[in-house]
């Protein structure tokens, strides 16, 4: 599926809405239900990532865990527990992420995981995540995301 949004208000809709279906339906898994965000500086990743969030019920304020690599929320889903907010934009090596959990953290079926800079930590991710691309539009507010099913793209 290719969405052209026309504003970052409409980038946080489209999140939002993906959000509160996925809690909703119980994606059948032994492993965590993981989204791969990549795209440009800018291109649009934490904005989703904050459109999610609120479509789980999440209120805090949501910034990406650059220097933290990861953080992880509580959510009141019948299906899901904990959604994690991964960004590897600085990791630099292996070992700055080695101490998360990652393995257990992906295994885990009652966890939604949202992973900024995906490339950074490829070999780690299981075959079974759901890409999602992120470019610039023609304007500066436009964004073209691309949402890629593991099982049919």
């Given at each position: 599926?290719?969405?052209?949004?026309?504003?970052?208000?409409?980038?946080?809709?489209?999140?939002?809405?993906?959000?509160?279906?996925?809690?909703?339906?119980?994606?059948?898994?032994?492993?965590?239900?993981?989204?791969?965000?990549?795209?440009?500086?800018?291109?649009?990743?934490?904005?989703?990532?904050?459109?999610?969030?609120?479509?789980?019920?999440?209120?805090?304020?949501?910034?990406?865990?650059t220097?933290?690599?990861?953080?992880?929320?509580?959510?009141k889903?019948k299906?899901?527990k904990?959604?994690y907010?991964?960004?590897?934009?600085?990791?630099?090596?292996?070992?700055?992420?080695?101490?998360?959990?990652?393995?257990?953290?992906?295994?885990?079926p009652?966890?939604?995981?949202?992973?900024?800079?995906?490339?950074?930590?490829?070999?780690?991710?299981?075959?079974?995540?759901?890409?999602?691309?992120?470019?610039?539009?023609?304007?500066?507010?436009?964004?073209?995301?691309?949402?890629?099913?593991?099982?049919?793209?």
């Amino acid at each position: 599926m290719v969405y052209e949004l026309k504003s970052f208000k409409a980038t946080k809709k489209l999140a939002f809405i993906l959000a509160q279906e996925i809690s909703r339906a119980r994606i059948v898994s032994k492993s965590s239900l993981i989204f791969a965000l990549s795209g440009d500086l800018g291109a649009g990743k934490t904005t989703f990532t904050q459109g999610f969030m609120r479509g789980l019920g999440i209120r805090k304020k949501i910034i990406s865990p650059t220097f933290v690599l990861a953080k992880r929320y509580g959510i009141k889903s019948k299906f899901y527990k904990n959604i994690y907010h991964i960004d590897c934009y600085r990791l630099k090596n292996f070992k700055d992420i080695s101490g998360l959990g990652l393995k257990e953290i992906f295994n885990n079926p009652q966890n939604i995981i949202l992973i900024e800079w995906p490339e950074r930590i490829k070999r780690l991710l299981p075959k079974n995540i759901i890409k999602i691309k992120f470019r610039y539009g023609e304007k500066e507010n436009e964004r073209i995301i691309k949402i890629m099913n593991p099982v049919k793209d």
